[in-house]
């Protein structure tokens, strides 16, 4: 008997069964792997990828790329830190207002739909390249973090707001429970309703979605903002786990946002892929990660294997298209 | 002598040649003939090696060529000018001309002195007063083409082949043309002219060769035929789909277009579309025929609101003075536009059927109901016949015919008053084309109104209650259905 790799439910699931195979090879090589403190250590720092990793693969699904996602979790979770710290206050006014965990919570969420919006806006009124436009809003979103925090962590921001990053609920981390639920309402956006429909009609043809009378600027401005806000939510993890928003929070996360959407095998080029892929490619890349320190591999080790693992992912997808 | 020895192609479904036989002699202009579809351009892309798979022979002096690419039919001396000219607007003239064969001095740099010095010689050869620095963007578009016939002669070729080379030059231009195709003939050299234009074809060709339907019809020496007799070699045709003979009035006006013009976005003085006006009837199927180049489709798109910065016009529908600023307008307005190039207007091939049918009729933000766009797809399967296992196939696995019928019922769906068709029945097979000829009737007698575009003429001849006729961005004619025939409409569709 023979079984074929082309088969198509090995063909489906598998990023699953990489993922299966690269838990087995890491638990093989050390026994601290698969001990549930380093298992739910992993998924709460995987948590955060995870989450912006879903509001990336709707971008990607629709042909674009969001290289801002980074810094507006930079900035997002800086303005949530300093709102908790300080409050705002307008001495001009003579007004102070102090923030509650909930407020700071919001403000940050509103911060980053602010500037995915800002993204999109550029993107659709000016014709402006995905790549173009959100690579400055990299730059503009770091440099905003470092004036804001004059490049001085905030830190000490509560027990209450500590307990998100740091809690647990129903024996599960809360971070996992936050990026569950992200994953869960994205899910239902590309499957259940027509703004998903529409993501994948213009990743796959934008022409014909436009000339079907879609609202292409709409819908593309709601993504770009989804993702920005998706990075926010990824940023009141990081900041709340550290009790503390550092100015380079979220640097060059980007990189591994998309390398989860890549890996989980959605096309760059658009209109194929899914976001529980996605979620699988985190996962990987987490694992990956942690697995690389457990059997103390240099760090800088660590990167070129990451590399490595991106680059086969995407020519095993690429041999399986031409499969077809 | 360039001569070909019973070549034939086949697309999937489709014989494009069927034993096409011809012969092209060397210090002659010869002229092939053929309206759209008739296997012209399939034609030079076997000649030029872009297909290599085909039956038959070339024979190139006496001997069986084969070219399995592009560089070893230039490298056997066979140039080709194409329709729409292949040059990089932002590379200088030289760096175009010497573009893939560049000069390079002993060190493996690019000798930039020599090629423009070359470029110069062969500028003034062909009287191109152009400074051989000058960017190819800033050129007219007849300076343009001659740019690629100095292409052409850069590599020696023996052998040039001109798709329509007039059909964007001016009068001035086209004589500047005729006098160099004068002179490379006294060279010697052999010169394969296709143009719709019957009079440029009986004052610089020799010889002729018909093609209709993927076959040689006829050839012989222009000297001894007229355009009645070539006209008739290019139209006449051995099933005669019948014509449609409308005693029918239409009363109510239900579309109005007035004044339409539309701008070159480029070449801003230019104009695509020139004052157009007319008006579409309930229930009547208007025909718009016009070659290629005529502004067929890019009167469609403006009327649909593709081209809202560089149109003007005033739109009327039943009666109401309405604006399309874009697609979502006309579509609220009760048009609807069956796109010219069902893979990359019309459908979303990695989509399956049943989405692809819903896209028009959905909400920007709601929930999607599966069960509903199933049904609605399924209803159009049957309705339509379309060839499917399930409403959930990719659109991406289909039959061209069929994905055809997808886009006429993702259209159908959003229930329109006014059903826009360019070039509906574009490359499918002849019964997939006689469902959808039924299908436009019925839809018709049931007093929708069908604007069809084409520029294949039986299909007008077939369906149409009354012909417009377009050429060069203008209204030319119109016709009523029993005073029209095939000889009327090319005659008027001919650019003068």
Redesign the interface.
């Known amino acids: 008997m023979t079984i074929s790799f082309n088969h198509p439910i090995i063909k489906k699931s598998q990023s699953l069964i990489a993922l299966f195979l690269l838990c087995l090879f890491i638990s093989l090589l050390s026994d601290k792997f698969m001990t549930s403190t380093n298992l739910w250590n992993v998924l709460r720092q995987i948590s955060v990828n995870v989450c912006i990793s879903t509001g990336m693969t709707l971008v990607v699904l629709m042909a674009g790329i969001d290289l801002s996602v980074g810094s507006i979790l930079g900035l997002s979770a800086a303005i949530c830190a300093g709102l908790l710290k300080t409050g705002l206050s307008l001495e001009s006014m003579n007004l102070f207002v102090g923030f509650t965990v909930l407020g700071g919570i919001i403000t940050a969420l509103l911060v980053g739909l602010a500037l995915g919006l800002f993204n999109g806006w550029v993107i659709t009124k000016f014709s402006i390249p995905p790549f173009v436009a959100t690579l400055a809003m990299l730059t503009i979103g770091r440099g905003l973090t470092m004036l804001y925090t004059e490049g001085i962590p905030i830190s000490n921001l509560g027990s209450s707001f500590e307990s998100i990053g740091s809690g647990w609920i129903l024996g599960i981390p809360i971070p996992v429970w936050i990026s569950l639920i992200m994953v869960l309402i994205v899910v239902f956006l590309t ?8 993501i ?2 213009i990743g ?2 934008e ?9 292409i600027n ?2 593309k401005l709601a993504v770009y903002g989804i993702a920005g806000m998706m990075a926010a939510v990824g940023g009141i993890l990081v900041t709340s786990r550290l009790n503390s928003a550092q100015p380079n929070a979220g640097m060059s996360y980007e990189l591994d946002s998309i390398a989860a959407v890549v890996i989980g095998g959605t096309s760059l080029s658009g ?2 892929g899914r976001v529980t892929g996605t979620v699988i490619g985190a996962i990987i890349i987490g694992v990956l990660n942690n697995g690389l320190v457990l059997l103390d591999v240099s760090p800088f080790w660590q990167q070129v294997v990451k590399g490595i693992v991106i680059l086969l992912a995407v020519i095993i997808d690429k041999m399986n298209q031409k499969n077809k | 002598m360039l001569e070909a020895v019973k070549i034939s192609k086949e697309f999937p479904g489709v014989k494009v040649l069927n034993q096409v036989d011809f012969k092209f002699y060397p210090g002659k202009v010869n002229a092939i003939l053929g309206e759209n579809g008739a296997g012209k351009s399939t034609l030079l892309k076997i000649l030029t090696g872009v297909y290599n798979e085909y039956d038959g022979e070339i024979k190139l002096n006496g001997e069986i060529v084969t070219f399995s690419n592009i560089k070893e039919a230039q490298n056997a001396g066979i140039a080709i000018i194409h329709q729409e000219l292949n040059l990089i607007p932002e590379l200088s003239v030289t760096e175009n001309l010497f573009l893939g064969r560049e000069i390079i001095t002993p060190l493996g740099l690019l000798d930039t002195n020599k090629m423009e010095a070359e470029a110069k010689i062969i500028f003034e050869k062909i009287q191109l007063n152009v400074a051989p620095k000058t960017l190819v963007q800033k050129l007219k578009v007849g300076e343009q083409q001659l740019i690629e016939i100095a292409k052409a002669l850069l590599c020696n070729a023996d052998i040039i082949l001109m798709d329509e080379p007039t059909s964007a030059l001016s009068d001035n231009e086209i004589e500047n043309l005729h006098r160099i195709i004068q002179e490379l003939k006294i060279e010697g050299k052999t010169i394969v002219y296709i143009s719709h234009k019957m009079d440029e074809l009986f004052r610089i060709a020799e010889h002729y060769t018909v093609l209709r339907d993927g076959n040689t019809i006829d050839a012989g020496e222009m000297k001894n035929t007229t355009e009645q007799d070539l006209i008739r070699k290019m139209v006449g045709r051995d099933v005669l789909i019948e014509k449609k003979n409308t005693a029918n009035q239409f009363l109510t006006t239900i579309l109005k277009v007035k004044d339409l013009n539309l701008i070159n976005p480029v070449v801003k003085n230019r104009k695509i579309l020139q004052d157009i006006s007319f008006e579409l009837k309930k229930g009547e199927i208007l025909g718009i025929f016009g070659l290629m180049g005529a502004g067929r489709t890019e009167l469609l798109e403006t009327i649909f609101g593709i081209h809202p910065t560089n149109s003007v016009c005033e739109l009327e529908i039943d009666g109401k003075k309405v604006y399309h600023k874009k697609p979502k307008d006309a579509i609220n307005n009760g048009l609807a536009f069956v796109t010219e190039d069902r893979k990359t207007e019309g459908l979303i091939l990695g989509m399956d059927i049943s989405s692809n049918i819903s896209l028009s009729t959905l909400p920007t933000f709601g929930i999607l109901n599966d069960s509903s766009s199933k049904n609605s797809a399924k209803e159009y399967i049957q309705k339509l016949s379309i060839k499917t296992p399930s409403e959930t196939q990719l659109c991406q696995n289909l039959s061209g015919g069929n994905q055809q019928k997808v886009v006429l019922a993702k259209w159908l769906v959003t229930n329109p008053k006014i059903l826009i068709l360019d070039e509906p029945t574009r490359g499918i097979d002849i019964n997939a084309k006689n469902e959808i000829y039924n299908l436009i009737k019925e839809l018709a007698a049931n007093d929708m109104s069908i604007i069809l575009a084409s520029s294949e003429i039986p299909e007008i001849l077939a369906l149409s209650d009354r012909i417009l006729v377009m050429a060069e961005g203008k209204l030319k004619d119109s016709f009523l259905a029993a005073e029209a025939t095939e000889d009327k409409l090319l005659k008027s569709a001919l650019p003068q």
Request: proline share 0%.
């Open positions: 499957k259940k309703t027509t703004f998903g429909r529409y994948y009609a796959g043809n022409k014909a979605a436009f000339l079907s009378g879609i609202n709409k819908i209109g194929v």
